[in-house]
């Protein structure tokens, strides 16, 4: 098993420079690591939803489900309850899933379903050429927003930890080491992990300069506490010149959805019962 059985012939038509490279280098090299220890190939989904993001299922030749706009959850969650053996990756961008999926992120979040999500988070739509995301800063100028946008950015990490998910990390395209060691970090995680990667975009949102110059790796950061996970994810606010964390802000390891959905089947019976009683009663 290499990297190389990973990859289909099928043309790659990214731009050069884009993020998304080191994000498939990343998930290459862990899915490598992760069969040579062990894991079955066949027992890996990736879940893509629509955007540039999304060709990741055209290039990585693995088992995968090109999902709608914004729907990678809801897929990612139908394939880990149909079968909860499956490791399930959701690969999804920031037009993705901090905008149209949102409310299918905070569920998952708040249920702890033992899915993996990795948000290529370059803050702009690429593949409809360059309109303003729900991460996108005050006053970027694009297709849709010539002007500027008049809108402040999400903070997903926040967003995040107040909706329960028990892994919430951050990673930037341009440092591989941490990308990968978050990736199966994330990977390794029972329950719901949340990665949210600043990703390069080179043609529309070309941010590396910005970003190289305020990143900076957490240390000496308690991983097991709320607060101070809360704290570093607001560190990086509407402020240009504040410092943006990257690495691993909180891990809770508790029982997942699954668990408690399979330990607690739910009995129809007597709520079938009723629904009957309620016939009668009309008829
Ligand atoms: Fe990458 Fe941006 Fe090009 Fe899309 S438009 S492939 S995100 S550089
Ligand atoms: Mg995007």
Redesign the pocket.
């Known amino acids: 098993m290499t990297d190389r059985n990973l990859v289909t012939p099928a043309e790659n038509t ?2 050069p ?4 490279f080191s994000i498939e280098f990343a998930l290459k090299a862990v899915i490598s690591d992760l069969v040579r220890g062990g894991q079955s190939l066949d027992e890996i989904v990736l879940v893509t939803g629509i955007g ?1 993001h999304a060709k990741m299922a055209d290039y990585l030749n693995i088992n995968s489900f090109y999902s709608l706009h914004g729907r990678t959850i809801p897929a990612a969650t139908g394939i880990k309850l149909a079968n909860p053996k499956l490791k399930v990756i959701c690969c999804a961008g920031d037009g993705d899933c901090y905008a149209e999926g949102l409310d299918h992120l905070i569920f998952a979040a708040k249920r702890n379903i033992d899915i993996s999500v990795i948000i290529h988070n ?1 803050r702009v739509y ?2 409809t050429t360059g309109q303003y995301t729900p991460t996108s800063p005050l006053g970027f100028r694009g297709r849709s927003t010539p002007g500027g946008t008049t809108e402040l950015p999400i903070n997903p990490l926040e967003l995040m930890l107040a909706s329960g998910a028990t892994f919430v990390a951050r990673g930037y395209t341009r440092k591989m080491e941490q990308l990968r060691s978050l990736v199966m970090q994330g990977l390794a995680h029972r329950g719901f992990s949340f990665i949210d990667l600043l990703q390069i ?4 949102n070309n941010t590396t300069d910005y970003y190289n110059e305020h990143v900076y790796d957490l240390e000496n950061h308690d991983i097991s506490s709320f607060e101070d996970a809360f704290t570093k994810a607001r560190e990086w606010d509407y402020n240009a010149d504040a410092r943006i964390a990257l690495g691993l802000f909180y891990q809770h390891v508790m029982p997942t959805y699954e668990d408690r959905v399979f330990a607690h089947p739910p009995d129809n019976t007597d709520r079938l019962k009723g629904i009957e009683e309620i016939l009668q009663k009309k008829m």
């Open positions: 990214w731009c420079g884009c993020g998304n540039c370059n690429g593949l975009c080179a043609t529309y």
